[in-house]
């Protein structure tokens, strides 16, 4: 048995010897953070952040980052790792995020994997093959010239389980293909086969209706503004950071950006980010769909949520007093 903290609680490694993590995915506006940092604090976790928005310094309002004392009261991992100029690629992530959990298991605590940038989570959970492949530009341009039909009878000749799997007519992802395979000398789909982590992978999925969802949207739009959004994405165009920066393009600061470009009314774009907002949470069952099985959903207006999947996390990771 390993102790679980101060609580005297512990869990018990399973009989394959993998050790735990945790899982909190869900829409955005479901309470994941809250519920991260309640099951935090009470099995002794650790968490490791599955949201691309939390990566940039400077960012803190429009991304909901957990406030100071938050961070400071449970430790964290992958916030206010880059500047806004900055990227982290899928693979870069999924690397950090295997060293985080990997470094939390060496301390004798819990990962705690939370967020709702659904593609990250699955690439961790299911352990995706990620070429670590940067792109050429000289390369790309050279297979653009050849034409999308010349490209893609060379993808057919080089990897047509590739082929089958893209649309003629996506030229991008053809050449991405094409790239990866010329430069790794080896078929891109040889290099996105799925090899499961070693972990006992335990999942809380946090669902609501549609109508509350949009309505604790639209709420924290409002706190959002009321807490000063417009005023950092002042400070960060102030700093050179323009709109046409990945990290820029995100939920509130593009609708915002715009509006300091004169180009809509503030109350229009305070308005287009909870309508956009409202949109991604759709896109979202895209990556959380209520019938994966490997999902343990709770509905958050259902009873003490807290209460009920700490119930849930010791009966599957065998927690006791």
């Known amino acids: 048995m390993r102790d679980l903290t101060g609580s005297g609680e512990t869990f018990r490694e399973p009989q394959n ?5 945790l899982v909190i995915a869900g829409p955005t506006a479901a309470g994941k953070t809250a519920l991260s940092l309640a099951l935090a604090a009470r099995f002794d976790g650790e968490i490791v952040s599955a949201d691309s928005r939390l990566f940039y310094r400077g960012m803190d309002i429009g991304t909901a980052k957990p406030e100071p004392a938050e961070l400071a ?3 964290h991992h992958l916030i206010d790792i880059r500047d806004p100029d900055e990227t982290v690629t899928l693979g870069e992530y999924q690397d950090l995020a295997y ?3 990997d470094a939390i298991h060496d301390r004798g605590h819990l990962p705690i994997l939370a967020g709702g940038t659904g593609q990250y989570v699955q690439a961790v959970v ?9 792109p050429h530009p000289a390369l790309r341009r ?7 039909p010349e490209l893609y009878r060379w993808l057919e000749a080089l990897d047509p389980a590739a082929a089958a799997k893209i649309h003629p007519h996506n030229v991008r992802r053809v050449v991405r293909a094409l790239e990866v395979t010329l430069v790794s000398g080896q078929p891109i789909t040889a290099l996105q086969e799925k090899v499961p982590p070693p972990y006992d992978i335990c999942i809380a999925g946090l669902r609501a209706d549609r109508d509350t969802l949009y309505r604790r949207i639209d709420e924290r739009v409002d706190q959002m503004m009321a807490a000063g959004l417009l005023a950092e994405v ?6 050179g950071y323009g709109r046409r920066l990945p990290a820029m393009s995100g939920l509130g600061y593009r609708q915002l950006h715009d509006y300091l470009a004169g180009e809509m009314t503030l109350a229009e774009a305070v308005e287009r980010i909870k309508y956009e907002t409202h949109r991604f949470v759709r896109q979202q069952r895209t990556w959380f ?8 959903w709770f509905d958050i207006e259902e009873g003490d949520l807290v209460e009920r999947v700490a119930g849930f996390v010791k009966e599957r990771l065998e927690i006791g007093d």
């Open 289 to 296: 769909h209520p019938d994966d099985p490997d999902i343990h």
């Open 234 to 239: 002042e400070s960060l165009v102030a700093a």
């Open 142 to 148: 050279a297979l653009r010239a050849a034409g999308g």
């Open 17 to 21: 010897g993998h050790p735990p993590l």
């Open 99 to 101: 060293a985080a959990i």
């Open 126 to 134: 299911e352990g995706w093959g990620i070429p670590r492949v940067p």
């Open 73 to 75: 009261a449970v430790p």
